[in-house]
């Protein structure tokens, strides 16, 4: 007697976009609860926005990116209509249910950077996961410059040019 197994039916999910995130399966049917009709999608920018924010909050930070992001946002922001990059020093990686934060900072001089750093961490885990329901795994920070007092002044050249 031989016996025969039915074929095991696959299921093909559609393609995900891979700048959004689910943050909850949803369920259909007029028996489920509101809250669970549906699927929730957060894209990788959402969170990009709202770890630049919290991370620009905290006293000490005097801007975020490297030096050459820097320099364009800086020529970006003198443009008439043209907005801050808030997003400028973030980079993120997020999953289903979780993400992880790089964030590049310039830190006042005088402060303690590792203050600063840990303070800015602990803000933007508060905010990503308030704002948005993901787990924050890590947020890594990199100190990339010393803001100094004496940058914002304008450099003096000595005696004009042209009377």
């Not at 926005?49 to 922001?77: C, F, N, Q, T, W």
């Not at 006042?108 to 600063?116: A, C, K, L, P, T």
Request: aromatic fraction near 0%; proline fraction near 6%.
């Amino acid at each position: 007697m031989t016996t025969q197994t039915a074929p095991v039916a696959t299921q093909v999910r559609p393609t995900r976009d891979p700048a959004t995130t689910d943050v909850s399966g949803g369920a259909t049917g007029a028996g489920q609860p509101a809250a669970d009709r549906g699927r929730t999608s957060i894209a990788d920018v959402v969170v990009v926005k709202v770890a630049g924010i919290a991370a620009r909050e905290i006293p000490g930070v005097h801007d975020m990116g490297g030096g050459l992001s820097r320099s364009i946002g800086a020529v970006r922001d003198r443009v008439p209509g043209g907005r801050p990059n808030v997003g400028r020093g973030v980079k993120v990686e997020v999953g289903e249910k979780q993400t992880a934060i790089d964030l590049d900072l310039v830190v006042e001089y005088g402060v303690s950077v590792m203050d600063v750093a840990q303070d800015v961490r602990e803000n933007v885990i508060s905010a990503v996961e308030r704002i948005t329901g993901l787990e924050v795994v890590e947020v890594n920070v990199t100190v990339n410059d010393v803001h100094l007092p004496d940058d914002d002044e304008p450099a003096h050249t000595g005696e004009a040019r042209v009377e």
